[in-house]
């Protein structure tokens, strides 16, 4: 297993050799390296997801998908999940649409070992992927990704006095640092921002766009949807959202590579656009707080409640962490595409 000081010295061995690397070159193998060598959510992790903050939001996708099914009329669905993390928002959409009477089979896309491994102790029998490629042809997907595509490599462009070069990463004697590329970078910057103001920067996600695309042209041939939920934002013109993450603080991005999770803002209207074009009708963005309020999250919560009143705190803690606007309710949104022969989805009724 590489370790952050064997990528380091891969990384400072590739830079001395052929100079330096992409900012998504960067971020790609930072972020192979650290999800495959260890489990890196909850409290004593770098950071915490909406499906470990409360079994709340994995019933809320539960009765999404349950919901859309049903409405479809098909008679079997595979449920596909993008980056599952530790399994444990499959596990509550799985165990939620099993009560309203759905049994799908279970399909997992994760590349990283120590989480497959996770996975498996919650879904024994779900089959795992390296990559979109090889889901299955036969039947509709219901597909969810959850805090996926943010983690995907960004490709970044700075604006310099001599025009936009795309952003990369040296080696030097104060360890990685960003510098602007070699080439002239014009052509993959939007014209509007040609004229940008030195430093600006403009960064985008082919990676992440790519497999949207094709996600919507297999939705769109074979029946079926993707929800998305994520952190970012709609209209996105320039700026730098790139972030790293240790002990839930923020840490440098170009320092320690492999040891903090990199991630940036997910672009939703460049990502509509994509699924757009592979054939997908979009519904949303909307905020997670308006997604989850439709779905019934409120008297979920008052059913938990309820049901175990010495856990009463905990859970309304849960449910405002989930929907609060000064916490995930605002920032994160939930986008999905559908197969234009498929019903509309629940929770999307207006966009923000
Ligand atoms: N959805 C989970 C985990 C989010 S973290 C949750 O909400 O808790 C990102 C997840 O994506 C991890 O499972 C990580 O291993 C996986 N991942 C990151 N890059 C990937 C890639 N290129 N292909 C497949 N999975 C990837």
Same mark, same amino acid.
């Given at each position: 297993?590489?370790?952050?000081?064997?990528?380091?010295?891969?990384?400072?061995?590739?830079?001395?050799?052929?100079?330096? =690397?992409?900012?998504?070159?960067?971020?790609?193998?930072?972020?192979?390296?650290?999800?495959?060598?260890?489990?890196?959510?909850?409290?004593?992790?770098?950071?915490?997801?909406?499906?470990?903050?409360?079994?709340?939001?994995?019933?809320?996708?539960?009765?999404?998908?349950?919901?859309?099914?049903?409405?479809?009329?098909?008679?079997? &669905?595979?449920?596909?999940?993008?980056?599952?993390?530790?399994? /444990?928002?499959?596990?509550?959409?799985?165990?939620?649409?099993?009560?309203?009477?759905?049994? $799908?089979? &279970?399909?997992?896309?994760?590349?990283?070992?120590?989480?497959?491994?996770?996975?498996?102790?919650?879904?024994?029998?779900?089959?795992?992927?390296?990559?979109?490629?090889?889901?299955? /042809?036969?039947?509709?997907?219901?597909? &969810?990704?959850?805090?996926?595509?943010?983690?995907?490599?960004?490709?970044?462009? =700075?604006? /310099?006095?001599?025009?936009?070069?795309?952003?990369?990463?040296?080696?030097?004697?104060?360890?990685?640092?960003?510098?602007?590329? $070699?080439?002239?970078?014009?052509?993959?910057?939007?014209?509007?921002?040609?004229?940008?103001?030195?430093?600006?920067?403009?960064?985008?996600? $082919?990676?992440?766009?790519?497999?949207?695309?094709?996600?919507?042209?297999?939705?769109?041939?074979?029946?079926?949807?993707?929800?998305?939920? %994520?952190?970012? *934002?709609?209209?996105?013109?320039?700026?730098?959202?790139?972030?790293?993450?240790?002990?839930?603080?923020?840490? %440098?991005?170009?320092?320690?590579?492999?040891?903090?999770?990199?991630?940036?803002?997910?672009?939703? /209207?460049?990502?509509?656009?994509?699924?757009?074009?592979?054939?997908?009708?979009?519904?949303?963005?909307?905020?997670?707080?308006?997604?989850?309020?439709?779905?019934?999250?409120?008297?979920?919560?008052?059913?938990?409640?309820?049901? *175990?009143?010495?856990?009463? %705190?905990?859970?309304?803690?849960?449910?405002?962490?989930?929907?609060?606007?000064?916490?995930?309710?605002?920032?994160?949104?939930?986008?999905?595409?559908?197969?234009?022969?498929?019903?509309?989805?629940?929770?999307?009724?207006?966009?923000?």
């Amino acid at each position: 297993m590489q370790t952050p000081a064997d990528l380091a010295e891969a990384l400072i061995r590739r830079i001395e050799e052929r100079g330096p =690397i992409p900012v998504a070159d960067y971020m790609e193998a930072a972020n192979g390296c650290y999800y495959a060598s260890h489990d890196p959510f909850g409290v004593k992790g770098d950071f915490i997801t909406s499906p470990e903050i409360s079994q709340m939001f994995g019933e809320m996708i539960g009765i999404w998908c349950a919901d859309l099914w049903t409405r479809s009329r098909a008679r079997t &669905v595979h449920y596909v999940e993008l980056g599952p993390g530790r399994g /444990t928002l499959a596990a509550d959409a799985i165990r939620t649409m099993a009560a309203l009477g759905h049994h $799908p089979q &279970v399909h997992f896309v994760e590349t990283s070992p120590v989480l497959r491994k996770l996975q498996k102790e919650r879904l024994p029998d779900a089959i795992w992927h390296d990559g979109i490629e090889t889901l299955p /042809t036969d039947a509709p997907l219901i597909i &969810v990704a959850n805090e996926f595509f943010d983690a995907l490599p960004y490709r970044q462009y =700075i604006k /310099t006095y001599s025009g936009w070069r795309e952003r990369a990463v040296g080696y030097g004697d104060e360890g990685f640092a960003p510098v602007p590329g $070699p080439s002239p970078a014009e052509d993959r910057v939007p014209e509007h921002l040609h004229d940008a103001v030195a430093g600006s920067i403009y960064e985008t996600s $082919p990676a992440g766009l790519a497999i949207g695309n094709a996600l919507a042209r297999r939705i769109t041939r074979q029946g079926g949807a993707l929800l998305a939920i %994520d952190y970012g *934002h709609e209209n996105y013109d320039a700026g730098d959202t790139l972030q790293a993450l240790n002990a839930h603080a923020y840490a %440098d991005v170009f320092s320690n590579p492999g040891a903090n999770d990199l991630t940036a803002h997910v672009d939703f /209207t460049a990502l509509g656009q994509a699924g757009h074009l592979g054939g997908a009708r979009i519904e949303g963005p909307v905020s997670q707080s308006y997604f989850l309020g439709t779905m019934g999250i409120a008297a979920r919560a008052a059913a938990l409640g309820r049901h *175990h009143p010495d856990r009463g %705190d905990e859970i309304g803690a849960a449910y405002h962490r989930l929907t609060d606007e000064e916490e995930m309710g605002t920032l994160f949104r939930a986008m999905a595409m559908l197969s234009p022969k498929w019903p509309k989805a629940a929770g999307f009724e207006v966009t923000v």
